[in-house]
Nanobody, 124 residues
Protein backbone atom coordinates (compact mmCIF):
# COMPACT_ATOMS: atom_id res chain seq x y z
CA UNK A 1 0.00 0.00 0.00
CA UNK A 2 1.30 3.45 -0.98
CA UNK A 3 0.16 6.93 0.02
CA UNK A 4 1.26 9.79 -2.26
CA UNK A 5 1.38 13.52 -1.48
CA UNK A 6 2.28 16.19 -4.05
CA UNK A 7 3.76 19.56 -3.15
CA UNK A 8 5.62 22.46 -4.75
CA UNK A 9 2.87 23.97 -6.85
CA UNK A 10 2.08 27.66 -6.89
CA UNK A 11 1.78 30.79 -8.99
CA UNK A 12 4.62 31.63 -11.36
CA UNK A 13 5.05 33.96 -14.32
CA UNK A 14 5.59 32.68 -17.84
CA UNK A 15 9.19 31.62 -18.39
CA UNK A 16 9.68 30.77 -14.74
CA UNK A 17 10.37 27.48 -13.01
CA UNK A 18 8.83 25.23 -10.38
CA UNK A 19 9.88 21.94 -8.84
CA UNK A 20 7.13 19.53 -7.84
CA UNK A 21 7.65 16.75 -5.32
CA UNK A 22 5.71 13.56 -4.76
CA UNK A 23 6.40 11.99 -1.39
CA UNK A 24 5.49 8.38 -0.74
CA UNK A 25 4.69 6.77 2.59
CA UNK A 26 3.87 3.24 3.57
CA UNK A 27 5.52 0.73 1.30
CA UNK A 28 8.79 1.86 -0.25
CA UNK A 29 8.29 3.27 -3.73
CA UNK A 30 11.46 1.71 -5.10
CA UNK A 31 9.55 -1.19 -6.64
CA UNK A 32 7.07 1.00 -8.55
CA UNK A 33 7.16 2.65 -11.93
CA UNK A 34 5.76 6.15 -11.44
CA UNK A 35 4.58 9.16 -13.39
CA UNK A 36 3.07 12.63 -13.48
CA UNK A 37 -0.28 13.65 -14.98
CA UNK A 38 -2.15 16.92 -15.13
CA UNK A 39 -5.66 18.20 -15.63
CA UNK A 40 -6.30 21.72 -16.89
CA UNK A 41 -9.62 23.54 -16.44
CA UNK A 42 -12.23 22.08 -18.76
CA UNK A 43 -9.79 19.46 -20.06
CA UNK A 44 -9.29 15.73 -19.65
CA UNK A 45 -6.39 14.33 -17.67
CA UNK A 46 -3.22 14.04 -19.74
CA UNK A 47 0.10 12.28 -19.41
CA UNK A 48 3.10 14.46 -18.57
CA UNK A 49 6.06 12.22 -17.71
CA UNK A 50 6.92 8.72 -16.54
CA UNK A 51 9.91 7.02 -14.96
CA UNK A 52 11.05 3.44 -14.35
CA UNK A 53 11.32 2.15 -10.79
CA UNK A 54 15.11 2.33 -11.10
CA UNK A 55 15.06 5.83 -12.60
CA UNK A 56 17.08 4.66 -15.59
CA UNK A 57 14.41 5.31 -18.22
CA UNK A 58 12.10 8.31 -18.61
CA UNK A 59 9.27 9.30 -20.94
CA UNK A 60 7.69 12.67 -21.70
CA UNK A 61 4.70 14.11 -23.45
CA UNK A 62 5.67 15.96 -26.61
CA UNK A 63 4.36 19.23 -25.19
CA UNK A 64 6.86 19.24 -22.29
CA UNK A 65 9.96 17.71 -23.88
CA UNK A 66 13.01 19.89 -23.37
CA UNK A 67 11.31 21.87 -20.60
CA UNK A 68 10.38 19.33 -17.89
CA UNK A 69 12.59 16.75 -16.20
CA UNK A 70 11.29 13.82 -14.15
CA UNK A 71 13.54 12.23 -11.55
CA UNK A 72 13.35 10.20 -8.36
CA UNK A 73 15.28 9.56 -5.18
CA UNK A 74 14.24 6.13 -3.97
CA UNK A 75 16.24 6.51 -0.75
CA UNK A 76 13.99 9.48 0.12
CA UNK A 77 10.82 7.89 -1.28
CA UNK A 78 10.31 10.98 -3.42
CA UNK A 79 9.70 11.67 -7.11
CA UNK A 80 10.25 15.09 -8.67
CA UNK A 81 9.18 17.10 -11.68
CA UNK A 82 11.44 20.02 -12.55
CA UNK A 83 9.48 22.43 -14.75
CA UNK A 84 11.35 25.14 -16.65
CA UNK A 85 10.26 27.68 -19.25
CA UNK A 86 6.70 27.45 -18.00
CA UNK A 87 3.85 28.55 -20.25
CA UNK A 88 0.27 29.57 -19.43
CA UNK A 89 -0.80 26.33 -21.15
CA UNK A 90 0.93 24.42 -18.33
CA UNK A 91 -1.65 25.70 -15.84
CA UNK A 92 -3.29 22.63 -14.30
CA UNK A 93 -3.57 20.45 -11.25
CA UNK A 94 -0.64 18.04 -11.28
CA UNK A 95 -0.98 14.51 -9.93
CA UNK A 96 1.55 11.77 -9.26
CA UNK A 97 0.83 8.09 -9.75
CA UNK A 98 2.54 4.87 -8.73
CA UNK A 99 2.24 1.28 -9.81
CA UNK A 100 1.40 1.82 -13.46
CA UNK A 101 3.15 0.44 -16.49
CA UNK A 102 6.16 2.09 -18.04
CA UNK A 103 6.97 1.41 -21.67
CA UNK A 104 8.82 3.22 -24.42
CA UNK A 105 7.84 6.91 -24.49
CA UNK A 106 4.82 6.48 -22.23
CA UNK A 107 3.59 5.58 -18.75
CA UNK A 108 0.11 4.16 -18.23
CA UNK A 109 -1.18 4.92 -14.71
CA UNK A 110 -2.20 2.35 -12.17
CA UNK A 111 -5.70 2.58 -10.73
CA UNK A 112 -5.00 2.57 -7.00
CA UNK A 113 -2.19 4.97 -6.13
CA UNK A 114 -2.83 8.66 -6.84
CA UNK A 115 -1.88 11.79 -4.94
CA UNK A 116 -4.37 14.56 -4.15
CA UNK A 117 -2.85 16.97 -6.67
CA UNK A 118 -1.02 20.29 -6.49
CA UNK A 119 -2.09 23.43 -8.36
CA UNK A 120 0.27 25.05 -10.85
CA UNK A 121 -0.77 28.43 -12.25
CA UNK A 122 1.33 30.20 -14.88
CA UNK A 123 0.50 33.83 -15.55
CA UNK A 124 1.12 35.81 -18.73
Amino acid sequence: QVHLVESGGGLVQAGGSLRLSCASSGRTMSTYDMGWFRRAPGKEREFVAGIRSTGISTAYAYSVKGRFTISRDNAKNTMYLQMNSLKPEDTAVYYCNAGGTYYNNHYHPGDDYWGQGTQVTVSS
